[in-house]
């Protein structure tokens, strides 16, 4: 069965950058051709998207967060990473990792999510 | 401020319908993007709930329907149960960001 686990540091200082991984087991993302796309939710708060990744290497980003953020694939450890740059209080969310078949597709798969708080 | 507007809470009785509607713009649901929506239990992450407007993936009750008239997408929940009390989201596909946009998620309490 197909999972997808978030992880990172829990708590990066303003100014820092945030780094997260998404490791997907059960199949092998070389295998499949979906995308892979990070969505945050800060406290209390709606879903963001973040920006997203397909055929391995081709991205694209929020306007907001573009000049902040990348997402990058590593085949060998099946994972997806995600770093913003700059971090502030308002980065303080929980992020999740999700997959989705094309550009206009909802996301069949979740991860669990991981909260980051910015804070010094 | 979400580009899709929700509404913020609903509540209903047991065993009772209810419509959460979602409405967007001419570089989003206006252009007639396909829209979807999730469930987000209580400390839980989104679970997708209707694809494509109006299917339901493997597993989802059909006591849970997505419909559209036009640009106006709505999601129906009939026979109202205790454990679909939750936030329910919709999305689709923005133009202009060339990206996903959310709506503000909507509260049900079922009372």
């Known amino acids: 069965q197909l999972q997808v686990q978030e992880s990172g540091p829990g708590l990066v200082r303003p100014s820092e950058t945030l780094s997260l991984t998404c490791v997907v087991s059960?199949?092998?993302?070389?295998?499949?051709?979906?995308?892979w796309g990070w969505i945050r939710q800060p406290p209390g708060k709606g879903l963001e998207w973040i920006g997203s990744i397909y055929y391995y290497k081709i991205t694209y980003y929020h306007p907001s967060l573009k000049s902040r953020v990348t997402i990058s694939v590593d085949t060998s450890k099946n994972q997806i990473s995600l770093t913003l740059n700059s971090v502030t209080a308002a980065d303080t969310a929980v992020y999740y990792c999700?997959?989705?078949?094309?550009?206009?597709?909802?996301?069949?798969?979740w991860g669990h999510g991981t909260l980051v708080t910015v804070s010094s | 401020q979400s580009v899709l507007t929700q509404p913020p809470s609903l509540s209903g009785a047991p065993g009772q319908r209810v419509t959460i509607s979602c409405t967007g713009s001419t570089s989003n649901i206006g252009a007639d993007y396909d829209v979807h929506w999730y469930q987000q239990l209580p400390g839980a992450a989104p679970k997708l709930l209707i694809y494509?407007?109006?299917k339901r993936p493997s597993g989802v009750p059909d006591r849970f329907s997505g419909s559209r008239s036009g640009t106006s997408p709505s999601l129906s929940i009939t026979g109202l149960q205790a454990e679909d009390e939750a936030d329910y989201y919709c999305?689709?596909?923005?133009?202009?960001?060339?990206?996903?946009?959310f709506g503000g998620g909507t509260k049900l309490t079922v009372l």
């Open positions: 999305q689709s596909y923005d133009n202009v960001l060339s990206g996903w946009v």
């Open positions: 494509g407007n109006t």
């Open positions: 059960g199949d092998s993302i070389n295998t499949t051709s979906y995308y």
């Open positions: 999700a997959r989705h078949r094309d550009r206009v597709s909802g996301a069949d798969l």
